[in-house]
Every structure is written in structure tokens, then in C-alpha cells.
């Protein structure tokens, strides 16, 4: 489930909220060991959802470089390079 939690910090342009919301999504699965919560779980699934996604824009908002922004497809080519490279595609 974590693998799809992607590097947020520092590129340019900065993450969306949707990507911000799509990694709080995956961790808060990974923790719960639930892809869909029960009806019964949907309330506090959600709202945990929802606070990682507001401490990790807080994350975000805070963290401080000295790097040049990196551009989101040139380290997508190089990921689709290692990829390639692992499983042989």
C-alpha cells in the first residue's frame, strides 16, 4: 500500500492538496490494515485522513532547503529508468 506515498517536498510546483490527501489516504490504510473502512469505522477513518493530510501541508509548509525545486517529470523519467532497470522492462 505505501509504495504509492511519493515524495512531496520540494518540487516545483509545489504538491496539490490532492496529492497531499492521496498520501494521508495510503498511510492511514497501511496503518489501519484497511483499504475500506467498516461503516461502523468510516467516521474516524476518514477524520484521520484528514489530520494527516492537515500536519503533513503543515510538514510541507514548514520544511526549509537550499536545493533548486526539482521537476516532477524529470524525476518521474527517472523513476520509469530504475524501474526498468529492476524488473528488466
Known amino acids: 500500500m505505501c509504495r504509492n506515498i511519493r515524495v512531496l517536498h520540494n ?5 496539490t492538496n ?4 492521496a498520501a494521508a489516504l495510503q498511510y492511514v ?15 474516524v477513518f476518514d477524520r484521520a485522513v484528514a ?3 492537515a500536519a503533513t ?4 509548509d ?7 525545486p526539482k521537476d516532477r517529470d524529470e524525476e518521474a523519467a527517472k523513476a520509469r529508468v ?6 528488466g522492462r
Open 62 to 68: 514548514g520544511l526549509v532547503t537550499h536545493a533548486p
Open 29 to 43: 490504510r497501511k496503518i489501519s490494515g484497511s483499504t475500506k473502512p467498516s461503516t461502523a469505522n468510516e467516521e
Open 11 to 15: 518540487f516545483a510546483p509545489p504538491a
Open 57 to 60: 501541508q503543515r510538514l510541507l
Open 18 to 21: 490532492d496529492e497531499v490527501a
Open 82 to 87: 530504475r524501474s526498468a532497470a529492476r524488473f
Open 51 to 53: 489530520e494527516v493530510a
